[in-house]
């Protein structure tokens, strides 16, 4: 994982660069993720602190600046989080607000499939890591977790599991291995749950983390389904 600072000589340059990434991949997206992204947008450009990495607002600033209700505030953030892209730092209490952090690495890494796009230079400075910098050695041993088996699933989709598993293994081994892919064709990844029921969670939670984790490796895909084999 890489943790971005946006500070020093280069902040500025850099936070604009986060924003045009996730600029060009909300246009290259359908307009429901269209329309996730542009809200994260709003609340990096009018809350967000750069500097500590905190996001403080609640609910009800956030469905005035969205100028939705608190349900799709709530909805909204569940899909912002499944994709890994925000976090609770600091649960809320009474009298005080949650704050959020945002994984601007992993927005980086999201967007990817876009940087090409946005220019050659654009995608050689994201490629030599300006304002990347791996995260500080631990300070204890770290857990070794056996090695993910995939069933001999390789391609695209061996590789899909792969970093879904290195990011949150989890939620990886709880649900994704349960997977299988049936075929990619059209910019759709098609996908084989063994039950309508986990069809239906995969495709209500977990569709925005498998989305960006397929256009890490595979632009072209710009959704993903999920049926019942």
């Given at each position: 994982?890489?943790?971005?600072?946006?500070?020093?000589?280069?902040?500025?340059?850099?936070?604009?660069?986060?924003?045009?990434?996730?600029?060009?991949?909300?246009?290259?997206?359908?307009?429901?993720?269209?329309?996730?992204?542009?809200?994260?947008?709003?609340?990096?450009?009018?809350?967000?602190?750069?500097?500590?990495?905190?996001?403080?607002?609640?609910?009800?600033?956030?469905?005035?600046?969205?100028?939705?209700?608190?349900?799709?505030?709530?909805?909204?953030?569940?899909?912002?989080?499944?994709?890994?892209?925000?976090s609770v730092k600091r649960a809320g209490v009474k009298g005080r607000v949650t704050v959020y952090e945002i994984?601007?690495?992993?927005?980086?890494?999201?967007?990817?499939?876009?940087?090409?796009?946005?220019?050659?230079?654009?995608?050689?400075?994201?490629?030599?890591?300006?304002?990347?910098?791996?995260?500080?050695?631990?300070?204890?041993?770290?857990?070794?977790?056996?090695?993910?088996?995939?069933?001999?699933?390789?391609?695209?989709?061996?590789?899909?599991?792969?970093?879904?598993?290195?990011?949150?293994?989890?939620?990886?081994?709880?649900?994704?291995?349960?997977?299988?892919?049936?075929?990619?064709?059209?910019?759709?990844?098609?996908?084989?749950?063994?039950?309508?029921?986990?069809?239906?969670?995969?495709?209500?939670?977990?569709?925005?983390?498998?989305?960006?984790?397929?256009?890490?490796?595979?632009?072209?895909?710009?959704?993903?389904?999920?049926?019942?084999?």
């Amino acid at each position: 994982m890489l943790a971005v600072k946006p500070v020093g000589r280069n902040a500025a340059a850099l936070k604009y660069d986060i924003l045009s990434a996730l600029g060009v991949q909300a246009l290259a997206l359908d307009k429901h993720r269209q329309r996730l992204i542009l809200r994260l947008m709003v609340l990096i450009t009018t809350r967000y602190n750069w500097q500590n990495n905190e996001l403080s607002i609640g609910r009800a600033e956030m469905a005035r600046l969205w100028s939705v209700d608190e349900r799709t505030v709530k909805r909204e953030l569940a899909k912002l989080r499944a994709a890994g892209w925000i976090s609770v730092k600091r649960a809320g209490v009474k009298g005080r607000v949650t704050v959020y952090e945002i994984d601007l690495g992993q927005l980086l890494l999201d967007t990817r499939g876009v940087w090409d796009g946005i220019g050659a230079d654009f995608a050689a400075r994201m490629e030599e890591g300006q304002g990347l910098t791996p995260e500080a050695e631990p300070k204890v041993i770290p857990f070794q977790r056996p090695a993910l088996a995939t069933d001999g699933q390789g391609g695209l989709w061996g590789q899909v599991l792969a970093a879904l598993d290195a990011r949150d293994p989890a939620t990886c081994r709880a649900w994704f291995t349960r997977l299988s892919e049936a075929e990619v064709a059209g910019g759709t990844a098609t996908l084989v749950a063994p039950s309508r029921f986990v069809a239906d969670y995969v495709e209500t939670h977990l569709s925005a983390r498998l989305l960006a984790a397929y256009s890490r490796f595979e632009p072209s895909v710009r959704a993903v389904k999920v049926v019942v084999g």
